[in-house]
């Protein structure tokens, strides 16, 4: 079975960081994705990464603030929040896809974790 687990999340106070994980089993994807999801809004990209470390991409909201990266031997990605706002607040997702580009939509991905809160107040 193919299972990805976020783990990481937590309650912040503005300005501070995060460091979230998703550690998949069952398979290798070529593609993981970080989205996110606050109440009463779609689920939105948030960063992308290949299975090589390379072609990273960040929606603009969050570029410069987070990092997203992977290790290979773990089969875990990460990322790292920095500088967190409140309209960072949400449900984080990771996703496996088999194509081998980043792409921002969700119907590119095949699997999904169970989602972490992320909370951060003002």
């Known amino acids: 079975q193919v299972h990805l687990v976020e783990s990481g999340g937590g309650l912040v106070q503005a300005g501070g960081s995060l460091r979230l994980s998703c550690a998949a089993s069952g398979r290798t994807f070529s593609t993981y994705g970080w989205f996110r999801q606050a109440p009463g809004k779609e689920r939105e990209f948030v960063a992308g990464?290949?299975?090589?470390?390379?072609?990273?991409a960040y929606s603009n909201s969050v570029k410069a603030r987070f990092s997203i990266s992977r290790d290979n031997a773990k089969n875990t990605v990460y990322l790292q929040m920095n500088s967190l706002k409140p309209e960072d607040t949400a449900v984080y997702y990771c996703a496996g896809s088999a194509r081998s580009i980043v792409v921002v939509t969700t119907s590119a991905y095949d699997y999904w974790g169970q989602g972490t809160q992320v909370t951060v107040s003002s």
């Open positions: 990464i290949r299975w090589n470390g390379g072609g990273i």
